[in-house]
């Protein structure tokens, strides 16, 4: 069973860092993707940054030159360290992931091909 535990939000000025860290858990190897996506309060949840097993790594325009998406395979853990945090920034945060298929072949930041979640994080942006 895939297990995934967002931790490290909390509560910055704006200008600050966070750095979020997702443990996995029981995820197969292989052809895979993880993906960081956030919700903010009235908002659709959206995709920020993805990276694959290739460590090949996409963005959303909101968060490009701001965040950086990483591997820890050793330590099995997804790292988003989020630099110039801006009060917009203030969501839950969530890692999801998925292994590559016949219907999802490549690596989005589209909610519906994400087939693991965690529950979140909540990260809070102050002026």
């Known amino acids: 069973q895939v297990r995934l535990m967002e931790s490290g939000g909390g509560s910055v000025q704006s200008g600050g860092s966070l750095r979020l860290s997702c443990a996995v858990s029981?995820?197969?190897?292989?052809?895979?993707?993880m993906g960081w996506f956030r919700q903010r309060p009235g908002k659709e949840r959206e995709g920020i940054a993805n990276?694959?097993?290739?460590?090949?790594?996409i963005y959303a325009e909101s968060v490009k030159g701001r965040f950086t998406i990483s591997k820890d395979n050793a330590k099995n853990t997804v790292l988003l360290t989020m630099n110039n945090l801006q009060p917009e920034d203030t969501a839950i945060y969530y890692c999801?992931?998925?292994?590559?298929?016949?219907?999802?072949?490549?690596?989005?930041?589209?909610?519906?091909?994400?087939?693991?979640w965690g529950q979140g994080t909540q990260v809070t942006v102050s002026t």
């Open positions: 999801a992931a998925h292994n590559f298929s016949s219907t999802v072949p490549i690596c989005t930041l589209i909610s519906p091909d994400f087939t693991d």
């Open positions: 029981g995820f197969t190897t292989g052809r895979y993707c």
């Open positions: 990276i694959d097993h290739d460590d090949h790594t």
